[in-house]
């Protein structure tokens, strides 16, 4: 894992989608998780590319399957 304390990029996309994602990175992904677990999109997005990583928060794809029932 990066160290992740003074990286302002991650601050600021934690402060602005945190009501919805919870955003990791590593040195090479960023890693985002549904705070939602019936969300109707998928439960995880993983980009390279910070510009895909964005779009796919805001436009997240479908899920794969559903939603657990326990």
């Keep these: 894992m990066t160290n992740t ?4 990029l991650l ?3 934690r402060e602005h989608y ?8 590593t040195e090479h ?8 677990p019936d969300a109707d999109h998928a439960p995880t997005v ?4 910070i510009n895909e990583f964005l779009y796919d928060l805001d436009n997240p794809p479908g899920r794969a399957g559903k939603p657990s029932d326990w």
């Design 29 to 36: 992904l960023w890693v985002a998780t549904a705070n939602d």
């Design 5 to 8: 304390n003074n990286d302002p």
């Design 46 to 49: 993983i980009q390279c590319d």
């Design 18 to 25: 945190g009501h919805r994602w919870t955003i990791r990175r």
């Design 11 to 13: 601050r600021l996309l």
